[in-house]
């Protein structure tokens, strides 16, 4: 059944009375009226839905909108979701002002194109339904319907249906349908209760797709529920793809006080927000605007009150374009390139609209560099390219996370993956997923190894630091450090060492000779000195120098892998490699306990030393002391190599 629909909705547009929903069953045998008020009055109150069969046996959905002034909020409601219009003029009355409204709002929505239907040809001589053609092509003239075609019907007689079906057909078939990728997501239009069902919502999705037994999140509730069932067009389906108005059987959205606006939508794809930042245009008839000014916000089938926020100037009006935040009064959930309507809380109406920059949370802003940040997106366009770099330059050193990016972008995580790599200008740091733009990652890889140079400075010989000494600051914040530590590490710069050191492999030039006397006797007393190795003051004697000179040529030495520093003391290199090995031969042969005494004999050292020895091979993970006992570690990697080499 899905793919006997095809993805473009049909909108009708006109002022009350004008014969919508007449149109609407002349075309397609289903009276969009579906309310027992609508039918009483003669008066089409919420929106109405009807399926058109094509030539080619696909389905093509029609939505009815209200035309009373009364119901507008009604009308766009039903309105987000089209691609095309039907914009329907009575021949006996033209152009009213519900048909001006109704313009305004199709063309700021950027509906994709339509066709001008003049109805009641029945009841005017053709002088008058002439004159009403002339008066809404004037109308039309600079706005989405400028070049639509005029068909002249009567849903009484039944003259010029046809023609009208040919035409839409043809118009439909040449508009591109929406893609079916990216996250779900649809905008609440109806939610109802079926027995046997339970709660079944509708509308038509924006993106993506969904298929019966997958969880949705209702925002900006919060709440996620399972789409038990899909309906379409008058039958069960498999799939909901974009462009297909579609009920969604969801039991479990009963208890969430689920209600027109809100969105259906793949979990965790999306955001809620209160401030919305928006490409706004006014109409021509708009009043001017103060700063501040109250407005009704309309997205999606959502209307919600808020303030508008004019950033490069304190009043707008008729014709102008801008950028400006919405303050709202609720979250909603939108997206970037969601077109939008604006209108004013009184009296209410129509006033502009334009497409959704980027949805936020409310806050403190200063006017100029919120403007010239929006200005900035808007010049970015749609290129990916340009958005990414517009979001990172926004990020500053932080960076930002793909995930934030796909979401900033309205686009998947995989094709933002696939953008940033073919940027030079960026910089993806692929284990945390965080993308830096390039000229600050150098920046902040120039900052870290001056850092490192500084904490070094008394201690020229040294070549590593604590990981944990690297001080982050505002141009070095903890994401950046992590990137450009790997990225060091990538290009053989630095090495990770053993408790939390990092080893900067540039600092480990060659000594002076004088220092290398001096640092090769020190190895060498420590060797000497096996499991009793000297005291500090001992090792200053034997090469005449004391505080950091001394400490800089040990720091050396351990860095080269020659010493290791077991406590307070220094151990040659290779004496700690004979403990560790003692100490797997010892546990090996007491079912991988240490007995301790027996180490002590073998190593003929006391307990001053072999304490501190025993902690030191317990933090490299050989062994873990657990209920008063040392145990081997079998599956550490120290043992692993140990056994590797013999040991």
């Known amino acids: 059944m899905a793919r006997s629909i095809h993805p473009i909705v049909v909108g009708t547009a006109g002022h009350i009375d004008h014969g919508k929903s007449s149109l609407v069953k002349a075309l397609t045998g289903i009276d969009p009226d579906r309310l027992k008020e609508e039918k009483e009055r003669g008066l089409t109150i919420d929106l109405g839905f009807a399926r058109l069969k094509l030539a080619d046996g696909r389905w093509l959905g029609l939505v009815d909108v209200p035309g009373h002034e009364r119901f507008v909020r009604n009308m766009v409601a039903g309105c987000t979701g089209l691609d095309l219009a039907m914009l329907v003029v009575a021949a006996d009355d033209g152009v009213m002002p519900q048909t001006i409204e109704h313009v305004d709002i199709i063309d700021l929505l950027q509906v994709r194109g339509g066709l001008i239907v003049l109805t009641k040809i029945d009841m005017v001589d053709p002088a008058l339904a002439d004159m009403a053609v ?7 003239r600079g706005t989405v319907l400028e070049s639509a075609e005029v068909v002249r019907v009567s849903s009484i007689t039944g003259e010029g249906i046809p023609e009208l079906k040919q035409k839409l057909e043809a118009l439909a078939l040449q508009v591109e349908p929406r893609q079916a990728h990216g996250p779900f997501r649809m905008p609440i239009q109806r939610v109802f209760s079926l027995p046997g069902i339970g709660t079944v919502v509708t509308g038509i999705p924006m993106t993506g797709s969904v298929r019966p037994g997958t969880e949705v999140e209702i925002l900006p509730l919060g709440e996620k529920a399972k789409v038990r069932g ?7 389906v ?17 208890e969430a006080g689920v209600h027109r606006g809100m969105v259906v939508c793949e979990p965790g794809a999306f955001v809620v927000g209160d401030a919305v930042d928006v490409d706004l245009a006014m109409t021509r008839r708009s009043p001017w605007m103060e700063h501040r000014t109250p407005i009704r916000f309309h997205t999606g089938t959502i209307e919600v009150r808020g303030t ?6 304190d009043r707008t009006g008729p014709g102008e374009s801008l950028v400006a935040r919405l303050e709202l009064d609720d979250d909603v959930c939108c997206a970037h390139n969601d077109r939008f309507l604006l209108r004013m809380q009184n009296p209410a109406q129509t006033v502009g609209g334009g497409k959704v920059l980027r949805l936020s949370q409310s806050g403190r802003y200063r006017r100029k560099d919120l403007g010239a940040e929006l200005a900035g997106i808007l010049a970015a366009g749609d290129r990916p390219e340009a958005r990414l770099q517009h979001e990172l330059e926004q990020a500053g050193p932080e960076g930002r996370p793909v995930d934030d990016l796909s979401r900033a972008v309205d686009l998947p995580d ?17 284990r945390s997923m965080r993308a830096f733009l ?14 490192v140079d500084r904490m070094l400075a008394k201690r020229s010989a040294a070549a590593s630091v604590k990981r944990a000494a690297i001080r982050t600051t505002k141009t070095l914040p903890a994401a950046l450090v992590e990137c450009v530590f790997d990225r060091l590490q990538a290009a053989g710069r630095v090495r990770t060492g053993r408790q939390g050191q990092v080893l900067f492999l540039e600092r480990l030039r060659p000594l002076p000779e004088g220092q290398q006397k001096k640092f090769d006797a020190l190895v060498g007393e420590c060797e000497t000195r096996g499991f009793r190795p ?3 003051h001992e090792l200053a004697a034997l090469v005449g120098l004391d505080g950091d ?3 800089s040529l040990l720091d050396r030495a351990q860095d080269e892998g020659r010493i290791d520093k077991v406590g307070d003391h220094f151990y040659g290199a290779s004496t700690v490699k004979k403990v560790m090995r003692a100490i797997r031969r010892n546990c090996l042969q007491h079912a991988e306990v240490l007995d301790i005494p027996k180490l002590r004999d073998e190593l003929d050292t006391s307990r001053k030393y072999l304490i501190p020895l025993l902690e030191y091979v317990d933090a490299l993970g050989l062994t873990v002391l657990r209920g008063g006992v040392r145990r081997l570690l079998p599956s550490s990697d120290v043992n692993r190599e140990l056994a590797a080499d013999g040991g």
């Open 308 to 313: 508008l926020l004019l950033l490069d100037r």
């Open 534 to 536: 000297p005291e500090l």
């Open 238 to 254: 498999e799939e909901a793809v974009a462009g297909h108005s579609t009920a969604l059987a969801m039991p479990e959205a009963k």
């Open 438 to 451: 390039r000229p600050l990652v150098l920046a902040g890889e120039q900052e870290l190894l001056q850092s």
């Open 134 to 140: 002339d008066e809404v092509k004037k109308l039309v």
């Open 549 to 551: 000179a001394l400490l």
């Open 230 to 236: 899909i309906h379409a067009y008058g039958g069960k």
């Open 414 to 430: 995989e094709k933002v993956v696939a953008v940033l790599q073919g940027m030079p200008e960026v910089e993806l740091h692929t």
